[in-house]
């Protein structure tokens, strides 16, 4: 077997619950998900976010998965939609109710006529590479804060935040460290915010394990892979285990790829 598809073996295992021991103890993931709705209640509080008045709501009664369009929506049975079964204690959510999500801006709103030298006045432009290459530091396209502060805020990355590449090498991420420089996304890119309480590791091994898998089937055999439109990302599952279990999951997985790595130093 390939190091590549053994590596895709072992994460749909994680995906479905099946590598690392089932804990009675541990918190079921229906509390999680009710922490993930009260800090983005605080959220909306705050005014950092709006209201999503279509929120998914998904739940399992008698063997059957039902899921609710916002809070009065009629439930509809999506038995069809579930990939593979999950242990009893985790639960099924959409990426729209976990983060927070932003593509870069149209080509026109962002050329390279508008392009300035960097100065302390100037706003940096972040491109596909510095996903790619997981380097905050490359790249020397910046803006004036005059367009920034006029046109391009909504576009703002910040620390912590996840750039994701979105055409090409697609699905390449990159979170922000610390000490990066205030930045917006250029058109190749887009930009998660996922909400505190997922383990950020975890959710960043599911999401390279299915956002390539998506794109390639949404792209229909086309040479050039895209991630998919809005409309279809924020609806892809994503199974959610307990916080205790995601990072156990994440130490797993780490450790058996380290394995395979020094094992097909090659690969």
């Known amino acids: 077997m390939k190091a590549q598809d053994l590596k895709n073996s072992i994460l749909q295992l994680a995906m479905e619950g099946k590598l690392v021991p089932q804990d009675p103890s541990d918190e ?10 009260e800090e983005k209640e605080q959220l909306i509080k705050d005014k950092k976010i709006k209201r999503n008045n279509k929120e998914s709501f998904i739940y399992k009664e008698n063997n059957h998965f039902y899921e609710k369009i916002g809070k009065n929506g009629e439930p509809v049975c999506i038995d069809d939609e579930i990939p593979f079964e ?3 204690n985790w639960e099924w959510t959409r990426l729209d109710n976990i983060g927070i999500y932003k593509k870069g801006p149209f080509g026109s709103a962002l ?3 508008m392009f300035v030298p960097k100065s302390k006045d100037s706003i940096k432009v972040y491109e596909q590479k510095n996903a790619i290459k997981k380097n905050h530091e490359i790249g020397k396209y910046y803006i004036t804060k ?25 699905g390449e991420t990159y979170v922000l460290p610390e000490n990066c420089e205030l930045g917006i996304i250029n058109q190749a890119l887009m930009r998660m915010k996922i909400v505190d309480s997922i383990n950020l ?8 394990y299915i956002i390539k898998n998506v794109a390639i089937k949404y792209s229909k055999g086309s040479a050039i892979k895209n991630i998919p439109p809005f409309k279809i990302f924020k609806k892809i599952l994503i199974p959610i285990p307990p916080l205790s279990e995601q990072k156990k999951i994440v130490l797993k997985i780490n450790a058996i790829l380290n394995k395979i790595k020094n094992h097909n130093p090659r690969n």
């Open 86 to 88: 999950i242990p009893e």
């Open 111 to 113: 050329t390279k006529s």
């Open 201 to 208: 590791s975890y959710f960043l091994i599911y999401f390279d």
């Open 146 to 170: 005059d367009y920034y502060e006029t046109k391009m805020k909504g576009f703002t990355v910040e620390p912590g935040d996840i750039l994701v590449s979105c055409a090409g090498t697609i």
């Open 28 to 37: 079921s993931a229906s509390v999680l998900l009710d922490r993930i709705r």
